[in-house]
């Protein structure tokens, strides 16, 4: 039976590596490392300015709640005042087109 | 600072940068970059090799090679220097090779049916004035079932202790040394039935 002994082989192996290559592997390894780290830090910035705008706008909306601003009259004491047109030279245009499509609405 | 203690790093000389200090490098932010060119100087021909072995192909090599060292990027933080920085790399190598050999294979095969597809690629990688019998044995290297072929080149080629190879492919040493026996045994076999 015949033996071959393994372990008197050369570890050579029968395949080239290209020259430069692991020079060029390292800079093209470094440069997508480079470009995954903008991009990170790019979406850092993204996320943190879209987290303070999102704050932003919930701060806005206690602060001034929607339609504040308006000043819609109370209809409910609208009868009492002393006049009718004097309460209406006080409103706004905005305010008065309003007046006037609740008072058609009620029926005053 | 960055920039001295990157000169400090250089005029060492990488390969006597300690793994401990590569894998503080490779944690820390301004250094990462650094502790990557570190590792490809000392480790990077080691894995490059390695990795070769498994898929034969350069093409194929580098692709690995590539995706093994975004890899290292990737996933820094969850080294842990419970093992040796070699043995996480190689691993990170290891599975890079056998995920493009599974790709490879596709649906209907498994890694270890690519035996005579890979074994052809030996013969057209090989350089002209390669020795026959070095030939002969990395066909029958590629003929191997995927561990029994992990397990061989991490001993033969790498020097590896069954302790290091433990950490690198996870299987109890007792079933490496019996992989280890099986891939010798057949080695043997085929370098004697087709030398001439």
């Known amino acids: 039976m015949k033996e071959f002994d393994l372990e008197s082989l050369s570890r050579e192996m029968p395949f080239k590596m290209p020259e430069h290559f692991l020079d060029d592997m390292t800079e093209r390894v470094v440069s997508q490392i480079g470009k995954q780290r903008k991009q990170n830090r790019d979406r850092k910035i993204v996320a943190l300015f879209a987290s303070v705008a999102s704050a932003a706008a919930v701060a806005l909306l206690f602060l001034h709640p929607f ?5 819609i009259p109370d209809y409910d004491n609208i009868s009492q005042c002393a006049s ?9 245009a905005e305010e008065l087109s309003l007046y006037s499509m609740m008072s058609n609405y009620y029926g005053n | 600072m960055k920039r001295d203690l990157s000169d400090s790093m250089q ?19 301004n250094h990462v970059e650094q ?39 990737k996933y820094r933080t969850t080294y842990s220097n419970e093992y040796p920085l070699s043995s996480w790399l190689y691993k990170i190598a290891t599975n890079e090779s ?55 080149n991490l001993r033969y080629y790498d020097d590896k202790s069954y302790e290091e190879i433990h950490q690198i492919v996870g299987d109890s040493v007792n079933t490496l040394k019996t992989n280890y026996h099986y891939a010798v045994q057949k080695i043997k076999d085929y370098i004697l039935e087709h030398q001439l």
């Open chain 2, 98 to 152: 056998l995920k493009l050999l599974k790709n490879r294979a596709g649906f209907t095969m498994s890694v270890d049916d690519l035996g005579d597809s890979l074994k052809d690629s030996v013969r057209e990688e090989a350089s002209p004035n390669a020795d026959e019998t070095l030939i002969l044995l990395q066909e029958a290297i590629a003929l191997l079932p995927a561990k029994q072929k992990m397990v061989f």
């Open chain 2, 35 to 73: 502790a990557v060119r570190l590792i490809m100087k000392k480790y990077g021909e080691q894995l490059y090799w390695h990795i070769r072995r498994m898929v034969v192909a350069h093409d194929d090599a580098e692709d690995c090679l590539q995706e093994t060292m975004i890899n290292v990027y």
């Open chain 1, 67 to 71: 339609g504040s601003s308006l000043n």
């Open chain 1, 84 to 92: 009718v047109d004097e309460v209406l030279q006080d409103m706004t």
């Open chain 2, 11 to 29: 005029s060492q000389g990488s390969l006597s940068v300690s793994d401990e200090s590569i894998a503080r490098m490779l944690c820390d932010d």
